[in-house]
């Protein structure tokens, strides 16, 4: 399976809606959703078509700095951390808890596979 097939399969697990048992954790999942899309965003269009160039020369401001492999995947990296961060500030307190959190964690450590594998294929480019 070369880097782009296993980009496409992963991402659909990273960014699809989990099933969750507890609505505190509902909760915090919709809480990532603004970060989840800004990161779905370019990534989605590798999954459909290969690359995400126009992240390099995006003229609405919404990569600032992004010029290079390198900065996109810094770029995405730090997007990872902050829903890593969020998530993080909220520790399960029950089996159920324990269980969506752990859902929601998966969730975030595919979404940094997917960075680095958006840079391996942007840097083939």
């Given at each position: 399976m070369n880097d782009l097939q296993m980009f496409r399969k992963l991402f659909n697990i990273s960014f699809c809606r989990p099933i969750l048992k507890?609505?505190?954790?509902?909760?915090?999942?919709?809480?990532?959703?603004?970060?989840?899309d800004t990161l779905a965003g370019p990534l989605y269009t590798i999954?459909?078509?290969?690359?995400c160039n126009y992240v390099?020369?995006?003229?609405?401001?919404?990569?600032?700095?992004?010029d290079s492999p390198e900065m996109f995947l810094q770029w995405c990296l730090d997007i990872v951390d902050e829903?890593?961060?969020?998530?993080?500030?909220?520790?399960?307190?029950?089996?159920?808890?324990?269980?969506?959190?752990?859902?929601?964690?998966?969730q975030i450590d595919g979404m940094e596979?997917?960075?680095h594998?958006?840079?391996r294929i942007q840097s083939e480019q």
């Open positions: 507890t609505e505190r954790f509902i909760d915090i999942w919709w809480d990532l959703e603004g970060l989840r999954k459909t078509k290969g690359n390099y020369t995006d003229e609405e401001g919404r990569f600032p700095g992004v829903c890593r961060d969020i998530l993080m500030k909220h520790q399960p307190e029950n089996s159920n808890e324990e269980a969506d959190f752990e859902t929601i964690i998966r596979v997917l960075s594998l958006a840079y």
